[in-house]
């Protein structure tokens, strides 16, 4: 079992709509949660942590953490065809990243 | 600098040949990492640095691969006697300190085609 679990999609949702993203992690001594955009041909680029249980919103973006599931979420609302990319889920464990082979995501107009 | 710079960007090797890959990490910055993405998968954890201690090597795929930070601020990652499934792209990040919750920062990476 990988360390930290996506589904490679690709996921398609059409502009304004919400999209979702999934990850599971599998060690339960990991405290910290990133959620990385890659867009194709560039560097993953942070778009948001999360270290509590619970619900942490940030413009269009809600990160969603239940650390009882191992279960961490990224919904993305009123997507836009910019947000058209590679989303990766990642996890400390416990002094580096492990990171899932991402979701692509696809916002058609 | 104000990012992770990483040189070259760019990188055609032939098979057989050695490389060299250099990380300026943020200044100030004391964690160092190396991660390896294959074109269709996620960053894969190579090695870390603390200052100038390479505290966790485990992700080095075999021993053709070489990394160092010896005065604690640039790195560079060798391999040694390349192999086609080395082609990927090598990631740089960096961060203030180690531990849960610090935040990584990726350089632009540097492209590797062996041939």
């Known amino acids: 079992q990988k360390e930290v679990e996506q589904n490679s999609g690709p996921l398609s949702v059409p502009e304004g709509a919400i999209a979702s993203l999934n990850c599971t992690y599998s060690d339960r001594g990991s405290q910290s949660f990133f959620w990385y955009r890659q867009y194709s041909g560039k560097s993953p680029e942070l778009i948001m942590s999360i270290y509590s249980n619970g619900d942490k919103e940030d413009g269009r973006f809600t990160a969603q953490l239940n650390k009882a599931s191992q279960y961490v979420s990224l919904l993305i609302r009123d997507s836009q065809p910019s947000d058209s990319a590679t989303y990766l889920c990642a996890v400390n464990v416990p002094d580096k990243l492990i990171f899932g082979t991402g979701t692509r995501l696809q916002v058609f107009p | 600098g104000a990012g992770v710079s990483q040189s070259p960007r760019y990188k055609v090797a032939k098979r057989g040949q050695d490389v060299a890959l250099r990380c300026d990490p943020i200044s100030g910055h004391v964690s160092l990492f190396w991660y390896q993405q294959a074109l269709g998968q996620g960053p894969e954890f190579l090695t870390y640095f603390q200052n100038e201690a390479q505290l966790d090597k485990s992700g080095l795929p075999s021993d053709r691969f070489f990394a160092e930070r010896p005065e604690g601020s640039v790195s560079t990652l060798k391999i040694q006697r390349t192999q086609q499934e080395d082609s990927a792209v090598y990631l740089c990040?960096?961060?203030?300190?180690?531990?849960?919750?610090?935040?990584?920062?990726f350089g632009e990476g540097s492209w590797l085609t062996v041939v």
């Open positions: 990040a960096s961060s203030w300190a180690a531990g849960q919750g610090n935040t990584i920062y």
